[in-house]
């Protein structure tokens, strides 16, 4: 069993950054694919970016390609979601989820997910 946790959302302007991390309780990270997704209310979640295990190769949706940008330190067990040039839009909760085998846009295929944080960008 995998626990995430998700901290760092909040309110930021329109054109900001924020800085979110996921934080992750198993001796095992490094093995794990890992995804941030979002959820705004009365929509469904969606998926933002994903990172392998060793952090090589990333893949983001098209909405946040430029801005946005997922890291991870195995040392600390903990996955990062650098978000700049905010805008209102981007305005949910926001999820990590380790996959044992996945981190693309398909979130049936993630294997454990956090609580999520709310990040809210004021225009």
């Known amino acids: 069993q995998v626990r995430l946790v998700e901290s760092g959302g909040g309110l930021v302007q329109a054109g900001g950054s924020l800085r979110i991390s996921c934080a992750a309780s198993t001796m095992t990270f490094s093995t794990y694919r890992m995804g941030w997704f979002r959820q705004a209310p009365g929509k469904e979640r969606e998926f933002v970016a994903g990172i392998s295990r060793n952090g090589g190769t990333t893949n983001y949706a098209d909405s946040v390609k430029g801005r946005f940008t997922i890291s991870r330190d195995n040392a600390k067990n903990t996955v990062y979601l650098e978000m700049n040039s905010l805008k209102p839009e981007d305005t949910a909760v926001y999820y990590c989820?380790?996959?044992?085998?996945?981190?693309?846009?398909?979130?049936?295929?993630?294997?454990?997910w956090g609580q999520g944080t709310q990040v809210t960008v004021s225009s």
């Open positions: 989820a380790a996959g044992i085998a996945y981190y693309g846009s398909d979130p049936r295929r993630y294997d454990y």
